[in-house]
Nanobody, 132 residues
Framework: QVQLVQSGGGLVQPGGSLRLSCEAT????????IGWFRQAPGKEREGVAC???????????YYEDSVKGRFTISRGNAKNTFSLQMNSLKSEDTAIYYC??????????????????????WGQGTPVTVSS
């Protein structure tokens, strides 16, 4: 079982960049797919991006269409951290962002998906506001 603590976020102008980070404060993330989700005001939470548990050479990633080419999910060199780099931010990216982890067992996974249900471990959420 992991506990996830988020950092980053805040207020940025349209076109700007932000980086969100997530740290597993207990255990590491070797056997977890990891993902980022967001919930905009008045909307349901949606998946943004995920990356699978396999080694970097054959690691699968997935991005929601609206963030492709702008957001990048990555694992840190430390086994217990990952991040979401967000560039060219738009007002519609304004939301509470959550990191999450899906336990996958000891067999490396080469794909990931972003329905919420497999993700049992969640960060506390951090607000991102894109506004001029």
């Amino acid at each position: 079982q992991v506990q996830l603590v988020q950092s980053g976020g805040g207020l940025v102008q349209p076109g700007g960049s932000l980086r969100l980070s997530c740290e597993a404060t207990s255990g590491n993330l070797n056997y977890y797919n990891i993902g980022w989700f967001r919930q905009a005001p008045g909307k349901e939470r949606e998946g943004v991006a995920c990356t699978s548990s396999s080694d970097s050479g054959d690691r699968g990633t997935y991005y929601e269409d609206s963030v492709k080419g702008r957001f990048t999910i990555s694992r840190g060199n430390a086994k217990n951290t990952f991040s979401l780099q967000m560039n060219s931010l738009k007002s519609e990216d304004t939301a509470i962002y959550y990191c999450a982890a899906e336990a996958t067992g000891t067999t490396p996974q080469h794909v990931c998906t972003i329905p919420e249900s497999p993700y049992l471990y969640w960060g506390q959420g951090t607000p991102v506001t894109v506004s001029s």
